[in-house]
Nanobody, 123 residues
Framework: QVQLVESGGGLVKAGGSLRLSCTASAPSGNVFSLKVMGWYREAPGRQRELVASLNDGGSITYGDSAKGRFTIFRENAKKNTVFLQMNSLKPEDTAVYYC?????????????WGQGIQVTVSS
């Protein structure tokens, strides 16, 4: 079973920055590949929404709230990790951020969610 673990959340003042990371892992001996990795967020009283996603072909999609302020990327040295650089944060960015990934494990492609990480932006 693949697991997604997020890190990097916390409390930041408006205008500040945070970098989230999400790392996929599986029990030893299991070969997997990441087809799509993305970030979603859910604020109190609101539906979960796409923040940004990146597929293995390099195509990137940003939600309206992220355009111009957030960047999703992967590093060659950390191929099982996706990052979300968030700049110019606003109080309305406060939410639980979830990593989501389409992962090929063996012959099967499945979607996985991380447990979520809190981001709080103070005014």
């Amino acid at each position: 079973q693949v697991q997604l673990v997020e890190s990097g959340g916390g409390l930041v003042k408006a205008g500040g920055s945070l970098r989230l990371s999400c790392t996929a892992s599986a029990p030893s001996g299991n070969v997997f590949s990441l087809k799509v990795m993305g970030w979603y967020r859910e604020a109190p009283g609101r539906q979960r929404e796409l923040v940004a996603s990146l597929n293995d072909g390099g195509s990137i999609t940003y939600g309206d709230s992220a355009k111009g302020r957030f960047t999703i990327f992967r590093e060659n040295a950390k191929k099982n990790t996706v990052f979300l650089q968030m700049n110019s944060l606003k109080p309305e960015d406060t939410a639980v951020y979830y990593c989501r990934s389409l992962i090929r494990l063996g012959q099967s492609d499945d979607w996985y969610w991380g447990q979520g990480i809190q981001v709080t932006v103070s005014s």
